[in-house]
């Protein structure tokens, strides 16, 4: 290890970012600046409304608490560097600074994806298993898979970032990204990668494929359920309450996919950039929304408690 060290000339790093467009600077910075407002307030009444109110107080609406505080994190981590870069003209990172925001990147990253499968597993037993739903999702049993889920971005963070930064870097510096992402900053290596690409290859299917293979097959039985339901009224209310978690599962996965499951050259950099905004950026902000609008109980529970807050000050 200190040998590679040694041979790591790099102290930091610079976020080439959005710098090729000089004159969109500014209307990104309000456009990133805005939605960045629309994510951490979405996400935050998410949590408010879902703690607040007696009526959702189900582990459905437990896990989308967990969810909206992940997407805070996981903002948190890009975005204000984001948005710092996009005024300053000095627009680089620290070599450790680069490391803790690709650690979190990942940690954040790997929960959510292992989050939503857990929230499909929530949604199977609730369709498919009704009677046995209170004895099956116990307050035990959803704070062991929460837990479990968030803490799952442990070891491939871990293993990821150290992995990298025990390369050496001896320049050039410059990361042709908004936020310090693996595949950009291993190009920057000075030295052969493809072990790393191999195990990153293997934690990529084990932390974003196996999750999404469970939820697959959650829905596979769930919709499976539903449509063998007598009652058009008993489908529609059993589907609507997987619905939301259904668009924020295909936009979360569409997105991420399509960046690390193509060969290197499929995308311009410029390209890998905006699919990166979709899901560090865009669906952050589009899962409250999803959640809220498409979702009777949440919007119901917002009315009440609105109608308490209007009455107290009329009081």
């Not at 932390?207 to 469970?214: E, S, V």
């Amino acid at each position: 290890m200190m040998n590679i060290w040694n041979h790591t000339t790099v102290t930091e790093f610079i976020l080439v970012g959005f710098s090729n467009h000089p004159n969109l600077q500014v209307p990104l910075f309000l456009i990133f600046l805005v939605v960045y407002a629309i994510t951490l307030t979405g996400n935050v009444l998410i949590i408010l409304v879902t703690s607040v109110d007696p009526a959702l107080h189900s582990p459905m609406y437990f896990f989308l608490r967990i969810l909206a505080s992940l997407e805070i994190c996981f903002n948190l981590v890009i975005v204000p560097k984001t948005l710092t870069n996009l005024l300053v003209e000095n627009k680089t990172i620290s070599y450790t600074g680069c490391a803790v925001q690709m650690y979190f990147f990942f940690f954040f990253g790997a929960a959510e994806c292992c989050l939503l499968a857990a929230m499909a597993y929530d949604r199977y037993v609730a369709i498919c298993n009704p009677l046995r739903y209170p004895d099956i999702m116990t307050r035990r049993a959803c704070l062991q898979l929460a837990g479990a889920s968030v803490f799952s971005g442990l070891p491939v963070a871990t293993v990821q970032t150290t992995w990298i930064f025990s390369l050496p870097f001896c320049g050039p510096n410059e990361v042709n990204h908004f936020f310090c992402d693996s595949p950009p900053v291993l190009e920057l290596a000075c030295a052969d990668t493809y072990l790393f690409e191999i195990e990153a290859l293997t934690a990529t299917v084990l932390f974003i494929m196996f999750p999404f293979l469970l939820i697959l097959v959650s829905y596979v039985r769930i919709i499976t359920t539903i449509l063998r339901m007598p009652s058009e009224e008993g489908r529609h209310k059993a589907f609507s309450t997987c619905s939301s978690h259904l668009v924020v599962v295909t936009l979360f996965y569409g997105t991420a996919s399509s960046t690390y499951f193509r060969p290197k050259s499929s995308y311009s950099p410029e390209t890998k950039k905006l699919l990166s905004l979709s899901y560090t950026v865009i669906t952050p902000m589009l899962n409250p929304i999803i959640y809220s609008l498409r979702n009777k109980e949440v919007k119901d529970a917002l009315r009440r408690i609105l109608g308490r807050k209007l009455l107290l000050q009329k009081l």
